[in-house]
């Protein structure tokens, strides 16, 4: 393995200082409710709001200001991803079984009664994000799925297409909130604010963190990292299409990371050529090659069995496959949020419209964790039924083991069901 390009690395703020700033934050919300949500809200974002909930009036009016083309793309991508949390959701079964004779044991599948999901703004409203956390809350069966997300300072509100994609989502109520002060907000209600069970939906470094805190006393679906694609890509690759990708990764922000593992050098020299050139076509393009300066790693390998392994480690949150074989390869692959086969299947058609979802593990995750879906909002839930029998069956073997670990009253309990 050889790095044709590392990462150079920025220092940010410290993760210390981070800590310190959301814990604080997370307790005046807790103590003051609204009023801290609405004073940090012009602390943080800049914007004077009064009232934190969204009025109908105004999600209607977000439709009106919405152009058409828009409100279509939103449809269109609604129904796939609506479609595909369906289909997911009918893999998980409920369960029952007899094991012995008397002995009945089983599952239900229950949906997590309140959901929290949180769209981040920044530098670009997310209409996208709001229907990934939204959508597949609503196929799972929450009976109740709130939304919120920071305002524009240059609308003093929730941008138009992020309310209108809400809607179609299917949110019950939305909030005009954002930062670790709405992750306070649904993890203790404030007034105006309910109380969540599960806050999905990825954020910056201060929602991740507070999510981080608060997790135990809410549910969370995945702590997500800076946003990253990585690129297995062989001598049949597009440059064009690698380096496009690549740079479409790291325009999310200073902090994302496109990284390209090939087997041929060729292609890694015309990819580095092509990124400076494809960079500078954007209107995006000088803070896209930033990130991908400071962030962009190329890595030559020797065959796609060691690029598999590269990959592997890395655990990415997409990863892309531009190869002659991609099939075999997906085969070796197994650390990934997304998966993407094939020059035709760009992160950009997951990010927005084929219907998978875009709220993905980051930050090696992978190893262990999956991006949301319709079963994050699924508790699988056991139960046991027993006859005289079959609780006779099972007495002997449950009152020597309780004995074993000297707990008398389990083993009474189970004595007692001998029969």
Not at 84 to 110: D, N, S, T, W, Y
Not at 250 to 262: F, K, M, N, S, Y
């Amino acid at each position: 393995m050889i790095v044709l390009k590392k990462a150079a690395g920025q220092s940010g703020e410290s993760l210390e200082s981070i800590k310190k700033t959301v814990a604080g934050i997370i307790e005046k919300v807790r103590l003051e409710g609204d009023r801290a949500v609405i004073g940090l809200t012009r602390q943080y974002d800049g914007v004077q709001v009064n009232d934190l909930k969204v009025p109908a009036e105004a999600v209607a009016e977000a439709y009106r200001r919405v152009d058409g083309e828009t409100l279509a793309a939103l449809k269109l991508a609604a129904g796939h991803i609506r479609r595909f949390a369906e289909q997911q959701l009918e893999c998980l079964k409920p369960l029952e079984c007899e094991i012995m004779p008397g002995v009945v044991l089983g599952h239900r599948l229950i949906p997590v009664s309140t959901c929290g999901a949180y769209v981040p703004g920044g530098r670009y409203p997310l209409p996208s994000t709001a229907l990934m956390s939204i959508i597949p809350a609503r196929v799972a069966g929450v009976k109740k799925v709130v939304a919120c997300s920071p305002p524009s300072r240059a609308l003093s509100g929730i941008h138009p297409a992020v309310l209108a994609a809400m809607d179609l989502a299917g949110a019950d109520e939305i909030f005009c909130m954002g930062g670790a002060q709405a992750v306070a907000a649904y993890t203790y209600g404030t007034g105006t604010v309910p109380r969540v069970d599960m806050i999905v939906g990825p954020g910056n470094v201060f929602v991740t963190e507070a999510k981080r805190q608060v997790s135990g006393e809410v549910g969370i679906d995945i702590l997500a990292g800076p946003s990253e694609v990585l690129i297995i890509a062989d001598g049949h690759a597009s440059p064009a299409l690698v380096a496009c990708d690549l740079l479409a990764q790291c325009e999310h922000d200073a902090d994302a990371r496109g990284i390209l593992v090939t087997t041929s050098r060729r292609l890694a020299e015309s990819v580095l050529s092509a990124v400076k050139e494809e960079g500078r076509s954007l209107a995006t393009g000088e803070a896209a090659l930033k990130a991908w300066e400071e962030n962009g790693q190329v890595i030559l390998v020797d065959s796609l069995e060691e690029a598999a392994s590269v990959a592997n480690d890395f655990a990415p949150e997409h990863l892309e496959l531009h190869t002659g074989d991609n099939d075999r390869l997906a085969e070796m692959l197994v650390n990934y949020g997304s998966l993407f086969i094939g020059g035709n299947a760009p992160v950009a058609f997951g990010d927005y419209v084929s219907g998978t979802n875009h709220i993905l593990p980051t930050m090696g995750c992978s190893r262990f964790a999956s991006g949301v879906w319709a079963g994050t909002f699924i508790k699988v839930a056991s139960y046991q039924k027993l006859t005289g029998e079959g609780a006779a069956a099972l007495a002997g073997a449950c009152a020597h083991l309780a004995g074993v670990e000297g707990l008398f009253a389990h083993q009474r309990s189970a004595s007692l069901r001998k029969g």
